[in-house]
């Protein structure tokens, strides 16, 4: 749908003359030209035949070789029907991962089903793999551009890339092609949510369920909403368990479950349903994120914590939550170096938060004292908690103190910061492993 195509050639306007041979040829021949057309006139009939006969020798000829060219012989592929089933049962029991593959070797036999292109790129935001998704959904949008489906899962992708605003229009285009998706409506919601638009939010959602009252995503979103907004916690659980009744698979769902049963003390319920998800899914990053923190902070157990951070890590070495949790973990751990490489790669990737700042100072100060690099990532760090929509003191406390430890003062940090790149630049003083 969104090929390029190369601007037409257009020939350089040509000098013109004021006298051209061409005129010179025209009186010549024209005569000649009239005189031959009035003699075939008058031996119409006798030349008629062969005439008749070689157009239309020339017809049949051009005739077989566009139909040649418009119809070429296919080439016979495999009966998809077999896989597509087996897709659709790994789909149903959870098993996202299996289901994707293959879901994907599928897809160049039905390249326009936009179920299957949907479900590849739910999966994948499932899987924790948003960029991965948000290409998947534009290939939905690029099967059927009609679809509503397809431009509601654009929307939810481009949500979990940070882009809500744009996870809005793609839900509204959703809703111009099908004004009753309570699917695209929900979807909406949570683009709303996410753009910090709670009361539409919140209002859009309960339309959601208005228009389908067994609409998992409505009730997803809803448990969201009810969950880190309202802080109904109760009636989030309500929400996520009916969800997970009309759409068991719901990884998403599961894991946010268990950050509610983290949140009220339930720390064994979130590792036991954690563990059941990556058992299905081994490779899911928010399932191991979300169990390495439980281990670590509700069971104290550093050592597997940071063999699933590292598993994170590995799986996807851009992961921005996998990568500041392992360096966490290695830095209580007393693994000064290694914290400083994992917090090092994190800044490198352009981080805007101002946690992962204040983490990577205090590593350059822990492993070699190095109050030049810290303060570089101090006063970036203090300008990215200032401008944001909910400054948080305790924070700004920090980076002001350890400004003030290096030297240096809050009252030095001005707009012009350091790119991330020279942030990320090996220090004189880099430790060794």
Same mark, same amino acid.
């Given at each position: 749908?969104?090929?390029?195509?190369?601007?037409?050639?257009?020939?350089?306007?040509?000098?013109?003359?004021?006298?051209?041979?061409?005129?010179?040829?025209?009186?010549?021949?024209?005569?000649?030209?009239?005189?031959?057309?009035?003699?075939?006139?008058?031996?119409?009939?006798?030349?008629?035949?062969?005439?008749?006969?070689?157009?239309?020798?020339?017809?049949?000829?051009?005739?077989?070789?566009?139909?040649?060219?418009?119809?070429?012989?296919?080439?016979?592929?495999?009966?998809?029907?077999?896989?597509?089933?087996? +897709?659709?049962?790994?789909?149903?029991?959870?098993?996202?991962?299996?289901?994707?593959?293959?879901?994907?070797?599928?897809?160049?036999?039905?390249?326009?089903?936009?179920?299957?292109?949907?479900?590849?790129?739910?999966?994948?935001?499932?899987?924790?793999?948003?960029?991965?998704?948000?290409?998947?959904?534009?290939?939905?949008?690029?099967?059927? =551009?009609?679809?509503?489906?397809?431009?509601?899962?654009?929307?939810?992708?481009?949500?979990?890339?940070?882009?809500?605003?744009?996870?809005?229009?793609?839900?509204?285009?959703?809703?111009?092609?099908?004004?009753?998706? +309570?699917?695209?409506?929900?979807?909406?919601?949570?683009?709303?949510?996410?753009?910090?638009?709670?009361?539409?939010?919140?209002?859009?959602?309960?339309?959601?369920?208005?228009?389908?009252? $067994?609409?998992?995503?409505?009730?997803?979103?809803?448990?969201?909403?009810?969950?880190?907004?309202?802080?109904?916690?109760?009636?989030?659980?309500?929400?996520?368990?009916?969800?997970?009744?009309?759409?068991?698979?719901?990884?998403?769902?599961?894991?946010?479950?268990?950050?509610?049963?983290?949140?009220?003390?339930?720390?064994?319920? +979130?590792?036991?349903?954690?563990?059941?998800?990556?058992?299905?899914?081994?490779?899911?990053?928010?399932?191991?994120?979300?169990?390495?923190?439980?281990?670590?902070?509700?069971?104290?157990?550093?050592?597997?914590?940071?063999?699933?951070?590292?598993?994170?890590?590995?799986?996807?070495?851009?992961?921005?939550?996998?990568?500041?949790?392992?360096?966490?973990?290695?830095?209580?751990?007393?693994?000064?170096? $290694?914290?400083?490489?994992?917090?090092?790669?994190?800044?490198?990737?352009?981080?805007?938060?101002?946690?992962?700042?204040?983490?990577?100072?205090?590593?350059?100060?822990?492993?070699?004292?190095?109050?030049?690099?810290?303060?570089?990532?101090?006063?970036?760090?203090?300008?990215?908690?200032?401008?944001?929509?909910?400054?948080?003191?305790?924070?700004?406390?920090?980076?002001?103190?350890?400004?003030?430890?290096?030297?240096?003062?809050?009252?030095?940090?001005?707009?012009?910061? =350091?790119?991330?790149?020279?942030?990320?630049?090996?220090?004189?003083?880099?430790?060794?492993?």
């Amino acid at each position: 749908m969104y090929l390029r195509t190369p601007k037409r050639y257009r020939p350089g306007r040509r000098k013109r003359h004021l006298f051209s041979m061409r005129w010179l040829w025209l009186w010549v021949l024209t005569p000649i030209v009239a005189f031959g057309g009035w003699q075939i006139y008058q031996q119409r009939d006798t030349l008629r035949p062969p005439v008749e006969q070689a157009i239309g020798n020339v017809v049949e000829a051009i005739g077989g070789g566009i139909a040649t060219a418009v119809a070429p012989t296919s080439t016979p592929r495999a009966d998809p029907s077999d896989r597509l089933a087996a +897709a659709e049962g790994a789909w149903t029991t959870g098993a996202i991962e299996e289901a994707i593959d293959a879901y994907e070797e599928v897809l160049p036999d039905v390249p326009n089903d936009v179920n299957v292109h949907y479900r590849v790129a739910l999966g994948l935001l499932m899987d924790g793999r948003d960029a991965d998704g948000l290409e998947a959904a534009e290939g939905a949008v690029n099967a059927n =551009p009609y679809s509503a489906d397809a431009w509601a899962i654009r929307s939810f992708a481009l949500t979990e890339n940070l882009r809500p605003e744009e996870g809005i229009s793609s839900a509204l285009q959703a809703l111009n092609l099908d004004r009753e998706s +309570a699917r695209a409506t929900a979807y909406l919601a949570y683009a709303y949510f996410e753009a910090n638009q709670i009361d539409r939010a919140e209002t859009t959602v309960d339309r959601a369920l208005e228009l389908n009252p $067994e609409s998992p995503e409505a009730y997803f979103v809803r448990g969201y909403i009810n969950h880190y907004s309202r802080f109904l916690l109760d009636d989030a659980r309500e929400d996520y368990l009916t969800a997970l009744q009309y759409a068991p698979n719901m990884i998403d769902v599961q894991i946010n479950l268990s950050w509610l049963d983290w949140a009220v003390s339930n720390y064994e319920d +979130a590792r036991t349903r954690l563990l059941s998800l990556i058992e299905l899914n081994p490779n899911n990053l928010d399932a191991l994120y979300a169990l390495g923190f439980v281990t670590y902070q509700a069971f104290g157990e550093p050592q597997q914590a940071l063999d699933l951070m590292e598993r994170c890590v590995g799986i996807d070495p851009e992961n921005r939550a996998c990568l500041y949790y392992l360096g966490n973990i290695q830095r209580g751990l007393n693994l000064n170096a $290694e914290a400083l490489e994992t917090y090092r790669s994190l800044i490198a990737l352009g981080t805007e938060d101002p946690r992962h700042y204040l983490a990577a100072a205090r590593a350059y100060l822990d492993s070699a004292g190095d109050c030049r690099s810290a303060v570089d990532l101090l006063q970036r760090g203090l300008t990215l908690e200032r401008s944001s929509d909910a400054p948080d003191v305790d924070r700004m406390a920090s980076f002001e103190e350890l400004l003030q430890t290096c030297g240096s003062s809050a009252a030095d940090v001005s707009d012009g910061t =350091p790119e991330a790149e020279d942030l990320a630049a090996t220090p004189e003083s880099t430790p060794q492993n």
